[in-house]
């Protein structure tokens, strides 16, 4: 587009407020117009705001940051090899749109006419009018049109955010809209849909497509329909709910209140949707009003007749059949006066709104009584359902249809509609699994994006081709529930699975083909959700017993009672469950697809016991023995997917797990599948993002992974800012990274693949875990038991202490005695765990925590052995927002919330804590929600500590002794101040460093500045780096990205140091007392030790048919990260012809899918 262009006047007569009928003078002076798109596009813009009661595009300024709402907004196009072009949006507007616009002409305007993209036309005849985009309705215009649409998404792309709406214009005669409320960029969609996204002028008499263009203006996320149906399906849910209550109170089971329920709401949506007579079933409900006894006959009549399809006698006609198993069985619940009104309130919901990617959690819960009160909490938002099934399903079936468009449009009619036919068989042939399915959120997103996506190529096919709709023969072959699968172990969820599936179905199929009725019966049996568990599979389970042939027993970990003598909770014995043996266990199968997606149970290695039981726990262990019995639940679901992509039984994958996945007890499973030669990847990944679990917690951090055949480079997501979490429109900004994602979800230095180093082991390990809040002691109470035996007494810090105020607390510690020498060393004690530890370790599961109930349940011997002798050790808490290391007096105990490092070196200390260890902590060790995990196994055991002369080792632990004591002299100085306040407010000076816009430091900083010194903190830390970077003999100004991959470099090279026998021992006087020999001081590098020179990336050979030649060179186009040449693009193929691919890519350019830089023959994606 030019730079500048002038802006000619409006006309008054739009505007006035005297005129009468302004939309018809609107209409009757832009119709006419064709073939002039610059001249008029400005003009025709300012007269439709006008129109719409919006205020029309400002000036630009130059200053992009105020130019949020211009005409010509320039855009700057970055490449991954971070060259770039510009670009101008011909309108934009900030977090609405951007709009694309052309001007084509109208057939009868135009005599002869070339076509876009049809060789040997002939030549418009001199004197003809302009000739535009195109004669509209024609190929040309078609092409011009789609083109539009790239156009306008590529700019999207450009700027900061994606605006939620893309805007094409032929001016004078159409707009047409796409919405991608998700703003990802990855699901623009005809808006409402694909049969009634295309806007003509004459359309504009309505008054609701005014309202509509003015929302898209000014308030385009309120037209997002999930937040309408959202507040809808809230309430409905919540007056279920109170009907469930009251129906259990009459004391019916809750399964067949759930199955009652379900039968009405069906019946209510069937009757706001017109499959059965409008408001019949409200009318009728509403005249047993006084006659409740009637309510069970009149429903067995309605329900019978709904299953069988015959003439109903309460409802004097015939009904559709329904079948589908929901009315099998016609059996209702009798109601009191009180239920039947609940009822018909019930009834006058308007269910045609209701939501189904939530309303499957909120009914699970109005039917669920121990979790009804959970109906007002957050449930998981939409977006974040889309966010993983886009890249997971919708992604690869949108990357195959832009193909099949490119290659249809290279063909003649007959050649491109089967190409476009087939693509279409194929969309209704593919099948999604959910193998956790619950109330079918994920499959229901699923589904509508693929019913969006096939209205798309039947309105490709209708419009573009000319197919006519009747010729489509569309029945019995249409994305429906049959392509959905689920697996549910909740019987009641899996029913609502299916329900969901079916009411958003119909939706779709009513809002699309308006009132005609769909094919009879109208819910199918298709026995898409099994109902059983997706892991493990077994004949049948049997009750264990004793020899005596009585059934074995625990508690039942939940039930309670006073404890006789402390009046504390203790566990109520009497409360029991009878364990069970799984017969024939074996690994589950699951049904055959072609993508699967899903949030499987978020249930820790940790947890697993209580929630699934001891039995189920041993056998699933025992029959799937090859994943470590440390990993989440969770990642039995991953690995078995990731097996069935393994073997090109699926074509991608993706789940949501705990962000957990990137400790190494999860980790280790992504890396056994993920390994050299695998030949599957990881496609796209999201290692920490917000979550509302199935339970309505809105406070749970996850991940996202997406693996896909292949061997490319990856998509990872890293959010930058979160906003309204607690709201049911979240905003979350992402910072997009490219490039090959590793199992510990990183694209850069693959610090996952470090090995643990010989010279830092048995030095680092966790603090006790007690299990037991027994052991735990007061002041008064520690200095009571002493007078019977100081020696097991001991101070005792939390990992909480070693950051926030320490509390005085104490510990009893019998570590290593016998009961009866426990009972020696202090009676008092002994006595005090016996009242208030036993009770609970009696019905703990593990044997030796049970039988040995006096001591701790991990009292780390390895760690007390490295502990003897030393007058001080390091320390630092697990989990934690600032990784923070510091000395600790030696009579000190610290519980399992801490990582101790044995070592009294300040050099340890100081390398510990400088800029290159915390780093490698922070993106090595995981993160426990939003807080990072220092993981000894991967934070600490691997680090290649630096290893300089004796002056730079002098210098350092000058420097650490420095860093600990001033800490703990201004803590001294002002005992309520914590390291956590002081490392905040250093945090705060470095991000003053790094933007001095950023908010200054508030009264409360200040006051901590003030009495902790941060500057002078900050400044002994700075010294600190500077000298560790000393010691690695690196620059002070490296990148975190270059540090990282000198330390995994670094870690290679001390592994094959070891290798050689050449250790370098941070305590030889414990760890190697006699084996210990004095390190190198040159590296000697043999033949084998050389790396050898990477081999080139085997080429692909070229695809045979159209459309694989168009994916594959689009593919390769975005691979190159760069504007290219077909030739270019073609040398990345075996065998590929250059002009064949220079055809290809003229194509993608024509439809959109890439574009040509002006003045050359390069094209970039």
Not at 149 to 178: M, N, S, T
Not at 189 to 194: E, I, R, S, V
Not at 246 to 272: I, K, P, W, Y
Not at 476 to 500: K, S, Y
């Amino acid at each position: 587009m030019p730079q500048t262009m002038s802006m000619p006047p409006v006309l008054t007569a739009v505007t006035d407020p005297v005129e009468r009928f302004p939309v018809e003078r609107f209409i009757e002076r832009w119709s006419p117009s064709g073939g002039a798109e610059l001249a008029n596009y400005g003009l025709f813009i300012s007269e439709l705001c006008d129109l719409i009661g919006v205020p029309r595009p400002d000036p630009r300024t130059g200053d992009d940051a105020r130019d949020s709402y211009v005409l010509e907004k320039p855009v700057t196009i970055r490449h991954t090899d971070d060259s770039t072009s510009s670009g101008r949006i011909d309108c934009y507007r900030k977090d609405c749109f951007v709009l694309e616009a052309k001007q084509g002409v109208d057939a009868e305007s135009q005599t002869a006419l070339p076509l876009l993209g049809v060789a040997g036309a002939p030549a418009a005849p001199s004197g003809t009018r302009r000739r535009g985009h195109g004669v509209r309705g024609s190929k040309g215009w078609d092409d011009a049109m789609i083109r539009a649409r790239g156009q306008a998404e590529k700019y999207a792309k450009a700027l900061p955010e994606w605006p939620p709406f893309l805007i094409v214009l032929d001016v004078g005669h159409e707009i047409q809209l796409f919405a991608g409320f998700s703003r990802t960029g990855k699901d623009y969609t005809h808006f409402p849909d694909a049969s009634s996204f295309r806007i003509r002028m004459t359309d504009l008499r309505r008054q609701e497509t005014r309202d509509l263009l003015k929302a898209v203006w000014l308030d385009p996320l309120s037209l997002d329909p999930s937040k309408r149906t959202a507040k809808v399906t809230r309430e409905i849910a919540e007056r279920l709910a109170v009907l469930a209550k009251s129906l259990e109170q009459a004391g019916h089971s809750a399964a067949n209140v759930a199955t009652f329920l379900m039968r009405c709401l069906f019946t209510m949506f069937a009757e706001d949707v017109e499959l059965l007579p409008k408001d019949s079933f409200r009318d009728l409900l509403r005249n047993l009003r006084g006659h409740p006894q009637d309510f069970v006959p009149t429903m067995r009549v309605l329900w019978k007749s709904m299953n069988d399809g015959d003439f109903c006698g309460v409802l004097t006609q015939k009904v559709l059949r329904f079948n589908g198993g929901l009315f099998k069985h016609a059996d209702a619940l009798p109601l009191t006066p009180e239920q039947l009104e609940l009822l018909i309130q019930a009834a006058e919901a308007n269910w045609r709104d209701v939501e189904p990617a939530i309303f499957g959690t909120l009914l699970e819960r109005a039917l669920d009584k121990t979790e009804r009160h959970k109906l007002g909490a957050h449930y998981t938002p939409r977006a974040y359902v889309e966010r993983l099934v886009l890249p997971t399903v919708i992604e690869p079936l949108r990357e195959e249809w832009e193909a099949v468009k490119v290659a249809a449009a290279e063909q003649e009619r007959d050649a491109a509609v089967a190409l476009v036919m087939e693509f279409h068989r194929k969309l209704c042939d593919t099948r999604v699994l959910d193998p956790a399915c619950g109330t079918g959120n994920f499959l229901y997103v699923t589904m509508e994006l693929m019913k969006k996506l096939e209205g798309e190529v039947l309105d490709f096919l209708s419009i573009t081709l000319d197919v006519r709709q009747d010729a489509l023969d569309l029945a019995g072959h249409t994305v429906d529930p049959h392509q959905f699968l689920g697996i549910e172990v909740n019987p009641r969820a899996a029913a609502i699975a299916e329900l969901v599936l079916w009411i958003g179905y119909l939706q779709w199929h009513f809002k699309t083909r308006g009132k005609v009725m769909p094919a009879e019966p109208v819910l199918k049996d298709f026995k898409n959700i099994e109902n059983r568990d997706a892991i493990l599979a077994w004949d049948r389970t049997e009750i264990v017993r004793d020899e005596s042939g009585r059934p074995v027993t625990r508690w039942d970990g939940v039930t309670m009672k006073k404890h006789p003598v402390t009046g504390e909770d203790v566990p109520d014995e009497t409360a029991r469950v009878e364990l069970v043996r799984y017969v024939k266990p074996r690994p589950a199968k699951w049904p055959k697809a072609d993508y699967i997606v899903g949030n499987p149970p978020f249930i820790g290695t940790k947890l697993m016991r209580a929630a699934l039981g001891d039995g189920y726990v041993n056998q699933l262990r025992e029959t799937i023995d090859h994943i470590p019995d440390s990993a989440d639940y969770v990642m039995y679901w991953w690995d078995h997917a990731a097996k069935l992509l393994w073997n090109g039984k699926i074509f991608r994958f993706g789940f949501v797990t705990t962000n957990s996945i990137t400790q190494t007890f999860n980790r280790r499973v992504l890396t056994n599948r993920l390994k050299t030669g695998a030949q599957i990847y990881i496609i796209f990944a999201i290692p920490d993002h917000p979550w509302s679990d199935a339970d309505g917690s809105a406070a749970v951090r996850i991940s996202m992974t997406v693996v896909a055949k292949g061997n490319s480079a990856g998509r990872l997501l890293l959010p930058i800012r979160e906003e309204h979490l607690g709201s049911e429109t979240p905003n979350i900004e992402f910072n997009e990274k490219h490039g090959a994602i590793s199992a510990d979800l990183r694209i850069g230095a693959n610090i996952g693949n470090a090995t643990e180093l010989i010279s830092n082991e048995r030095i680092c390990g966790f603090g006790m875990a007690l299990h037991g809040q027994g052991f735990l002691l007061s002041r008064a109470k520690s200095d009571e038991l002493k007078k019977f035996g100081s020696q097991v007494i001991r101070p005792f810090l939390g990992g909480k202490d070693l950051l926030s105020a320490a509390r005085e607390r104490y510990v009893i510690d019998f570590s290593g005695l016998t009961e009866e020498e426990a009972q020696i060393a202090n009676p008092a004690a002994f006595q005090h765990v016996m009242l208030y530890v036993k009770p609970e370790r009696d019905h703990n599961r593990r044997d030796s925590i049970k039988k040995l109930w006096w001591r701790f349940a991990w009292e780390r011997p390895t760690l007390r052995e490295a502990l003897k002798g030393l007058d001080r050790y390091i320390a630092t808490t697990e989990t934690s927002k600032h990784r923070v290391f510091q000395f600790i007096e030696a009579i000190y105990l610290t519980d399992h919330m801490g990582i101790v490092i044995s070592s009294q070196d300040a050099l340890i200390l100081g390398a510990l804590s400088s800029w290159p260890h915390r780093l490698w902590a922070i993106k090595a060790g995981g993160t426990l929600e939003d807080r990072p995990r220092y993981n000894k196994t991967r934070c600490f055991d691997p680090f290649p500590f630096p290893d300089p002369a004796e002056e730079l080792k002098a210098r350092i632990r000058v420097l650490g002794e420095r860093l600990d004591s001033f800490r703990k002299e201004r803590q001294a100085a002002h005992p309520d101040l914590t390291l956590t306040q002081m490392y905040n407010v250093l945090e705060r000076l470095r991000e003053l460093d790094r933007d001095p816009a950023a908010k200054p430091l508030d009264a409360k900083e200040k006051a901590i500045h003030e009495k902790g010194l941060i500057s002078v903190l900050r400044q002994i830390h700075d010294d600190l780096d500077r000298a560790v970077f000393d010691a690695y003999g690196w620059p002070h100004d490296l990148t975190d990205e270059q540090i990282l991959e000198r330390l995994v470099a670094l870690n290679k090279e001390r592994a094959a140091e070891e290798k050689r026998g050449i250790i370098r021992w941070l305590r030889p006087e414990f760890q190697a007392p006699k084996t210990a020999r004095p390190v190198q001081t040159a590296m000697e590098v043999g033949p084998e030790e050389t790396s050898a020179p990477a081999a080139p990336a085997a080429k692909a050979p070229w695809p045979k048919s159209l459309p694989e030649q168009a994916q594959q060179v689009l593919a390769a186009l975005t691979a190159l990260g760069r504007p290219a040449t077909p030739t270019e693009v073609a040398r990345t193929f075996r065998s590929a012809p250059a002009p064949r691919v220079a055809e290809v890519m003229a194509t993608l350019e024509t439809m959109g899918r890439a574009w040509k830089v002006e003045n050359t023959d390069r094209y970039a994606a």
